[in-house]
């Protein structure tokens, strides 16, 4: 009917003057439209439950819009509001369709973030699991009541019964960290610490001098969280200075955190690269919550 209309004139046509005029068959085009848009929200109403929600949108907004603007033309023809509702609907619908984007974007980089954290989670309890087999495999019992049964036969030789009871509690300081302790007390990283410095001490002798200033040791820390500092400013730091040199190792309160530091004054030989060296002549340092507050 539409593309019959210049030469039948069914729908519209345009007199001498220009004026636009209604065909015969307008109202025939006119109840087909309103009736196809009323249909297609009923559809809609009757479908709703197996529609997505965006497609849902689309279709009110692509139905209703000219549905109004069909009644207003009937009632008002000084105006096209016909017309008017394509381009009100087609920026509508573009408006429709940049949100729903932006939300799969948004959507898809949750997800992509929540896997993310379920891979990392899943490589901790990897490591869990190897760390368990592994101490199912090193029998720390057995190791520990082998030591202490040597020890208990060295009562005689002080030097090799205070060497063992060392050894013993650096042992028991790597497996209480290989099976997931999250927490221990400062005071029990220092007895771990000043057992390693022991065991060293003999290797050394008295190249080694360690020298402590704790002032506070009421705290919690990972374990192995200074243990590895102490043995670094050991083996990198005096271990590779002929004259040897002095770890020390302080802890005290600052501005409601905890300072706790390891220094060595060892220089190093000159085989060790520029950035070894500038490393252990810097101090290290670890500053954690205090938990007493």
Same mark, same amino acid.
């Given at each position: ?33 309103? &009736?196809?848009?009323? %249909? =297609?929200?009923?559809? +809609?109403? #009757?479908? $709703? ?88 495999? &090193?029998?720390?019992? %057995? =190791?520990?009541?082998? +030591?202490? #049964?040597? $020890? ?101 309160? $600052? ?39």
């Amino acid at each position: 009917m539409l593309a019959s209309t210049p030469l039948t004139k069914a729908l519209y046509y345009f007199d001498e003057q220009n004026y636009y005029h209604r065909g015969q068959l307008y109202g025939v085009w006119y109840v087909t439209t309103v &009736i196809s848009f009323i %249909f =297609i929200l009923f559809v +809609l109403i #009757a479908c $709703r439950k197996k529609t997505e929600p965006f497609l849902r949108q689309l279709v009110l907004v692509a139905s209703l819009i000219p549905l109004f603007a069909f009644i207003f033309n009937f009632a008002y023809t000084g105006i096209s509001f016909s017309n008017i509702s394509v381009s009100v609907t087609a920026m509508m619908i573009f408006i429709l369709y940049e949100k729903h984007r932006a939300d799969i974007s948004a959507k898809n980089a949750y997800e992509l973030e929540k896997v993310q954290t379920q891979l990392a989670e899943n490589r901790l309890a990897l490591e869990q699991s190897k760390n368990e087999v592994l101490m199912a495999q &090193i029998q720390p019992h %057995f =190791i520990n009541n082998s +030591l202490m #049964a040597l $020890r208990s036969n060295c009562r005689n030789y002080p030097e090799i019964y205070e060497s063992i009871t060392n050894f013993t509690l650096y042992l028991h300081s790597h497996f209480e960290a290989l099976s997931d302790i999250k927490q221990i007390t400062f005071e029990q990283e220092m007895e771990n610490i000043e057992a390693y410095l022991a065991l060293e001490q003999q290797n050394f002798g008295e190249r080694l001098k360690v020298e402590y200033d704790i002032e506070c040791d009421d705290f919690l820390i990972p374990a192995l969280t200074v243990q590895p500092l102490v043995e670094n400013a050991v083996r990198h730091g005096v271990g590779t200075y002929e004259k040897g040199g002095t770890v020390q190792i302080n802890a005290y309160r $600052r501005d409601g955190k905890i300072i706790i530091e390891v220094i060595d004054d060892g220089s190093g030989r000159s085989n060790i690269t520029q950035q070894q060296k500038n490393a252990r002549e810097s101090v290290s340092k670890m500053s954690v919550q205090d938990l007493n507050q």
